[in-house]
């Protein structure tokens, strides 16, 4: 290893060629880089290509699977890439996009840009948030906690998974120890409570509120596990083998409750730790609406529902009293044969955007797909797969650069279509094409 302008390089990755191992930059305090924040990053490689340094991968959003995948444990991969049936709904998430095109206007003085928009209230850096996605150590050893320092460093807010692999107090605390902009925004991801058990919900509760995370994002699309082929036929389920039950086996309610029952602690037989925790999480007992009201009881902060694909559902969420909806289908990993879930935005977003924010998550790979997805009357996005395979391609390195590759396209996209604000995106920046 040797060291440029005190940037870390190795040799390897891209071609043999020397690539940047750290968050650091050659011309750190370039002026052209400084006034521009996050597509300055497009300046950063080129200027580090002086020096013989690439990125620590592509910058090409449709070849991070791959890279992934190259390194990665097949069924891991198989488990982050693979969707419900056979797939319908994941292409049509990625469709969805093509049927949309960004319509660019010139000379509109947009020099200067801003990507921040305010969500529940809440002032963000860029309309970007990294989405649940459960256990990250199976992709990389980095987990959660990589995942948290990146979205630290960038000021990105993050919502972690019930399923995690790492305690929602161990990713706190990450994403904290690189958040410089003020405090970090996060959110904790809830399979929808049910009644049989509300001590351990009052735990988990209880515990994300002392940890600083501010919302609920309360996932409505599984209450019962899909038909995944590439796990089936893997025979393959990472709970199972303990690596998505660290909310369960750190809570204290939740561990009481085992040793109650079955006579020993919890980490002395995490198979059968694992069927009871997913036996607490989904009881496979269905809904009714004014169940929310009892989150509402006992949680003073901000509570959105994700899952939503249809207009009326969405009115049926904001009269049960929540504040956000997520136009999700769970990234095409909950049910086959779906529209693209950029199908159901736009009939949401006019059906109650002027009551609740609306955010958007399912499909997201670039720029221009942010840029569309705003412009059809979200708020802001999530982005998940992306941010897995940066993850298990290059750990927390890569989990960073894919979300400044994101970010410096979302700004040059605008710069280069004259928009001057995101908060400026509407649907006549778009024509439907297909």
């Known amino acids: ?148 320092r990146a979205a630290g460093a960038l000021g990105l807010p993050y919502a972690l998974s019930t399923f995690a692999s790492e305690s929602p107090e161990a990713v706190a605390a990450a994403q904290d120890s690189t958040s410089a902009g003020g405090p970090a925004i996060r959110w904790l991801q809830l399979y929808w409570p049910q009644s049989v058990d509300q001590d351990v919900t009052r735990s988990i509760l209880k515990r994300a509120k002392d940890a600083g995370y501010t919302a609920l994002v309360i996932t409505l699309d599984i209450f019962s596990m899909s038909w995944r082929p590439l796990d089936l036929d893997n025979a393959y389920l990472p709970l199972y083998k303990g690596a998505s039950t660290a909310l369960g086996f750190t809570d204290p309610v939740f561990r009481r409750k085992f040793k109650e029952r079955f006579g020993h602690e919890v980490d002395d037989d995490v198979l059968k730790g694992a069927l009871e925790w997913e036996n607490t999480i989904f009881p496979d007992m269905a809904h009714t609406w004014h169940e929310l009201e009892w989150l509402r009881q006992n949680w003073d902060g901000k509570i959105l529902v994700k899952g939503i694909q249809h207009a009326t559902d969405a009115e049926l969420a904001v009269q049960a009293g929540v504040d956000g909806v997520i136009v999700s289908n769970h990234g095409g990993r909950q049910y086959d044969g779906a529209q693209g879930s950029l199908e159901a935005l736009q009939e949401v977003a006019l059906a109650v955007g002027d009551k609740v924010d609306v955010l958007f998550d399912s499909g997201i790979r670039t720029g221009a797909d942010i840029t569309k997805a705003l412009a059809l009357g979200a708020k802001a996005v999530f982005v998940g797969r992306p941010v897995v395979y940066g993850l298990g391609a290059r750990g927390e390195e890569g989990v960073l650069h894919v979300l400044r590759c994101l970010l410096a396209d979302l700004e040059i996209n605008l710069a280069i279509t004259g928009v001057r604000n995101v908060t400026d995106l509407r649907p006549d920046i778009l024509r439907r094409s297909g």
């Open 1 to 148: 290893m040797e060291s440029i302008n005190g940037t870390a390089v190795t040799n390897g990755a891209l071609n043999g060629a020397k690539v940047v191992v750290s968050t650091s930059e050659v011309h750190q305090n370039d002026a052209r880089s400084q006034r521009k924040a996050f597509s300055a990053y497009q300046h950063t490689i080129y200027m580090n290509g002086t020096k013989g340094v690439l990125p620590p991968l592509t910058t090409n959003p449709n070849g991070w699977e791959a890279a992934a995948k190259a390194v990665m444990e097949p069924r891991d991969f198989d488990y982050a890439k693979g969707g419900a049936g056979a797939g319908e709904t994941v292409q049509k998430n990625r469709d969805a996009f093509q049927k949309w095109s960004i319509v660019p206007r010139m000379v509109r003085s947009n020099t200067e840009r801003s990507l921040k928009v305010t969500v529940l209230g809440q002032e963000w850096l860029s309309p970007v948030a990294i989405a649940p996605v459960g256990v990250n150590k199976i992709f990389h050893q980095d987990g959660e906690s990589g995942v948290a």
